[in-house]
């Protein structure tokens, strides 16, 4: 299945491939975590047949998911050799350090799109470290994927200008703030060229902080249009 990223793309994010079909509505894609799936994930890829192409992520431990380390890269390279999956998430730590490039030089071989992500819990960085993020994961992926933490209207401020510039210099980015104080640039940020919304099916598995339920979302992003 193909996805482009040339416009924005609201993805679905379960753990559960199950949920696929409650997701048609209102979802360009489905984020898998493959992290947080119940089983083996492998198996669940194999035996999918839903509609929507998958964007598919391994989050580790130490960027907020629940993989080990231990077979979560040769994970994500099997990953995508399926026909489904259209997209991959590889944190940009691990493409830097050199064992995450066996994800992208397989997505390139399949014709997969590499999202290159940095994910920061505890705060949001100055303007300049976000933009060197931004620049550095677009070294490697078609998208560089940037979520922090904001903790006053400030934060968001900055993550939006950033967000912004990029955009405009031709770059294809994904940003969002999590936490109560950064909840709106979920919405507003596809406005200054975000491309990559997410939302739970069911908000009670909500794979991140701050996340709107999937249908809320596209309502209001598509609103503000």
């Not at 491939?17 to 083996?40: I, K, Q, T, Y």
């Not at 995508?80 to 691990?94: F, G, I, P, R």
């Amino acid at each position: 299945m193909d996805l482009s990223f040339d416009e924005f793309v609201l993805a679905a994010a379960t753990a559960d491939l199950s949920e696929e079909p409650a997701a048609r509505e209102h979802a360009d894609c489905v984020e898998f975590r493959m992290d947080l799936a119940g089983g083996d994930p492998l198996d669940a890829l194999s035996g999918y047949d839903g509609e929507l192409p998958l964007l598919v992520t391994d989050r580790p431990e130490w960027e907020g998911g629940e993989a080990a380390d231990e077979g979560r890269i040769e994970d994500l390279v099997a990953a995508v050799e399926h026909e489904a999956v259209a997209a991959v998430d590889v944190e940009l730590h691990e493409v830097a350090g050199g064992d995450g490039l066996d994800v992208v030089e397989a997505a390139r071989e399949s014709g997969t799109k590499v999202v290159v992500s940095v994910h920061d819990f505890e705060g949001t960085p100055p303007r300049s470290e976000l933009r060197r993020l931004v620049e550095r994961a677009s070294e490697y992926g078609d998208v560089a994927k940037l979520a922090v933490t904001a903790e006053s209207p400030d934060d968001t401020l900055a993550l939006l200008a950033v967000t912004r510039a990029h955009a405009s210099a031709g770059r294809t980015l994904a940003t969002m703030a999590m936490g109560e104080a950064g909840r709106h640039t979920r919405v507003v940020a596809p406005l200054y060229g975000s491309r990559i919304g997410y939302a739970p099916v069911d908000p009670s598995r909500a794979t991140a902080p701050g996340q709107y339920e999937l249908g809320t979302l596209s309502r209001l992003v598509d609103e503000l249009r």
